[in-house]
């Protein structure tokens, strides 16, 4: 299927039965999806287990689907729904979630370095990304998950507040705020 088909044209053909359309925009948005999972619970199992219901949640929800707003909009605004429905249900869970994996490897160890890195710039990325990490894992959970709709989404202010169900002015707030304390964080980088 043409790369150049936009998202909306495609689950519009799945809604009417098309399941090569699931296909291509399975493949196109999982990464992202389910980077910004990881990085907004930080436990890799509970990724793992949100990520499946989300695409579930878009199965189940396919008849309805109607392209007022972008896919990706669409989609994250699952995901968002899920992670907070989570929280409701498992309050304790919002409050133990780590930056490590099941296996107790950091996100950043998980992280190939570039095959021709000499051994100190490997070890000197290695710090840069960790701190970014550390620096994103820090954010409070709404200045988090606007600056990762924006960053592994790619979504608007206008798509992140339909995304997340706030104003537009709240959702340009958060990210605001987000980026600033990122920029704090990162100034020993220079």
């Known amino acids: 299927m043409n790369n150049e088909v936009a998202d909306e044209s495609l689950m519009e053909r799945y809604r009417d039965g098309d399941a090569g359309a699931f296909d291509v925009l399975y493949h196109r948005h999982k990464g992202g999806l389910y980077r910004y999972l990881l990085r907004l619970v ?10 499946q219901e989300v695409w579930s949640n878009l199965i189940r929800s ?15 605004q699952i ?22 994996n099941d296996e107790g490897d950091s996100l950043v160890q998980q992280l190939p370095a570039a095959s021709d890195d000499e051994p100190d710039e490997q070890v ?12 994103v894992a820090a954010l409070p959970a709404v200045q988090r998950e606007a ?5 592994e989404a790619d979504m608007s202010l206008e798509e992140i507040a339909a995304a997340t169900g706030v104003n537009t002015e709240t959702a340009k707030s958060r990210l605001r705020y987000a980026v600033a304390k990122l920029r704090d964080g ?4 220079r």
Not at 86 to 99: G, V
Not at 126 to 133: A, C, G, S, Y
Not at 186 to 189: A, D
């Open 42 to 51: 930080k436990n890799q199992s509970l990724a793992d287990e949100l990520f």
């Open 62 to 76: 396919r008849e309805r689907y109607q392209p007022s707003a972008k896919f990706s909009t669409f989609l994250y």
């Open 79 to 100: 995901a968002h729904h899920r992670v907070i429905d989570h929280i409701r249900q498992t309050p304790e869970a919002a409050l133990s979630l780590d930056a490590e």
């Open 124 to 135: 000197a990325r290695k710090r840069v990304i960790e701190t970014i990490v550390n620096a």
């Open 147 to 151: 600056f990762l709709l924006r960053e």
């Open 186 to 189: 990162l100034r020993g980088l």
